[in-house]
């Protein structure tokens, strides 16, 4: 993935793997704890939409739109 801001390139490297069933359960205890997909993305090497999908995917409708 490349990304430009102000004039300069950044190159991230971002390795296609699953996440394991640990760090879901990871994942998820630090989404209810108020982590930001952003930073739990940062953390586990994948991308925001896949911290929502995990998410979305571990808890009901009711408790995602509680969250």
């Known amino acids: 993935m490349i990304r430009s ?8 490297e971002m ?4 996440l394991t069933n ?3 359960a990871e994942i998820l ?3 209810k704890a108020g982590h ?4 739990l993305a940062e953390k586990y090497s994948c991308t925001a939409t896949t ?7 571990l808890l009901s409708d009711d408790e995602y739109i509680f969250l």
């Open 5 to 12: 801001y102000l004039g300069y390139i950044e190159t991230i």
């Open 15 to 18: 390795i296609s793997r699953r």
């Open 22 to 24: 640990t760090q879901k």
């Open 29 to 31: 205890e630090a989404f």
């Open 36 to 39: 930001t997909t952003n930073v």
């Open 51 to 57: 911290i929502n999908r995990t998410v979305k995917t």
